[in-house]
Nanobody, 126 residues
Framework: QVQLVESGGGLVQAGGSLRLSCAAS????????WGWFRQAPGKEREFVAG????????SYGDSVKGRFTISRENAKNAVYLQMNSLKPEDTAVYYC???????????????????WGQGTQVTVSS
């Protein structure tokens, strides 16, 4: 049974930092593309960041460029999202997702991902 479990969310003041983790089990995700998405109340789920299997290709959503950093650790079947300089508009439920054989033009599409975690809440106070 495949499971993706996010952790590290919480409440932080604007300007602060959080590090999200996503641990996968039940399958080897070494060759998978990993993505982080987020969904704020009343809004659609949006792409935050993505990383290919080697870590050599990374992509960020425009709203988080320069503030967030995605990384992965294949030996642990894990992916991370370091979030710095957080803003109130970063408040959302954050999800990790994994996709196999993902073409570059699809990395920001939710439907392209095969597996999803349950999400972790990030709240940034002003």
């Amino acid at each position: 049974q495949v499971q993706l479990v996010e952790s590290g969310g919480g409440l932080v003041q604007a300007g602060g930092s959080l590090r999200l983790s996503c641990a996968a089990s039940g399958h080897a995700f070494t060759q998978y593309y990993w993505g982080w998405f987020r969904q704020a109340p009343g809004k659609e789920r949006e792409f935050v960041a993505g990383i290919n299997w080697s870590g050599g290709s990374i992509s960020y959503g425009d709203s988080v460029k320069g503030r967030f950093t995605i990384s992965r650790e294949n030996a642990k079947n894990a992916v991370y999202l370091q979030m710095n300089s957080l803003k109130p508009e970063d408040t959302a439920v954050y999800y990790c997702a994994a996709a196999y054989g993902l073409a570059a033009y699809r990395i920001q599409l939710r439907i392209a991902y095969d597996y999803w975690g349950q999400g972790t809440q990030v709240t940034v106070s002003s």
